[in-house]
């Protein structure tokens, strides 16, 4: 199986940045997708970003601002986030959709979720 290790949470004033990292670990035939979701209280589960070969998708709010990459030696992508809002406020996990042999299906495995929180 596939384990997730995030990190890079944090608190930071509005207008500041961090950057998320999500490192995967196991045996994996192939990654199809990696990405955040995130989470606030009250709030729906918002898909943030995504990546998947050398496509990128963006949730409208977050356009411009944040920013995903991957470093495939290392199986691990990131998410910069920069121009902080406090709307921006609540818990990031990332995922990964993967196979892991050539005729299974895909599999979501999740990590263990960061904090990230917005405020001055």
């Known amino acids: 199986q596939v384990e997730l290790v995030e990190s890079g949470g944090g608190l930071v004033q509005p207008g500041g940045s961090l950057r998320l990292s999500c490192a995967a670990s196991g045996s994996i035939f192939r990654v199809d997708s990696m990405g955040w979701f995130r989470q606030a209280p009250g709030k729906q589960r918002e898909l943030v970003a995504r990546?998947?070969?050398?496509?990128?998708d963006y949730a409208i709010s977050v356009k411009d601002r944040f920013t995903i990459s991957r470093d495939n030696a290392k199986n691990t992508v990131y998410l910069q986030m920069n121009s902080l809002k406090p709307e921006d406020t609540a818990v990031y996990y990332c995922y990964a959709a993967v196979k892991y042999t050539v005729i299974s299906n895909l599999s979501v495995a999740w990590g263990q979720g960061t904090q990230v929180t917005v405020s001055s």
């Open positions: 990546i998947s070969g050398s496509s990128t």
